[in-house]
Nanobody
Framework: QVQLVESGGGLVQAGGSLRLSCAAS????????MGWFRQAPGEEREFVAQ???????VYSDSVKGRFTIARDNAKNTVDLQMNTLKPEDTAVYYC?????????WGVGTLVTVSS
């Protein structure tokens, strides 16, 4: 079955950086659209970024210019480099894989940005 395992969350001060990673298995990784979503306390889950198998990327306006999504099709991994973090970036970050009309989710990793 499809498994997505996130890592790299933690506590960071405002202005700092973190790199999240997601290891995927059980799917045709090269054909999957990989993405990241986040959910802040008391808020709805929201889209952060996505990347296709041919490296086309899309970002939410709130992270554009600060976050970078990248994938390694040989290692079946997708990363999210987060720079210039703000307290409002605090959330649980989820890795997603869209393949054959289904979106799979990881269990999430917590990112906390202190002011």
């Amino acid at each position: 079955q499809v498994q997505l395992v996130e890592s790299g969350g933690g506590l960071v001060q405002a202005g700092g950086s973190l790199r999240l990673s997601c290891a995927a298995s059980g799917l045709n990784f090269r054909s999957a659209v990989m993405g990241w979503f986040r959910q802040a306390p008391g808020e709805e889950r929201e889209f952060v970024a996505q990347i296709t198998g041919i490296m086309n990327t899309v970002y939410s306006d709130s992270v554009k210019g600060r976050f970078t999504i990248a994938r390694d099709n040989a290692k079946n991994t997708v990363d999210l480099q987060m720079n210039t973090l703000k307290p409002e970036d605090t959330a649980v970050y989820y890795c997603t894989a869209d393949t054959f009309g289904t979106r799979y989710w990881g269990v999430g990793t917590l990112v906390t940005v202190s002011s």
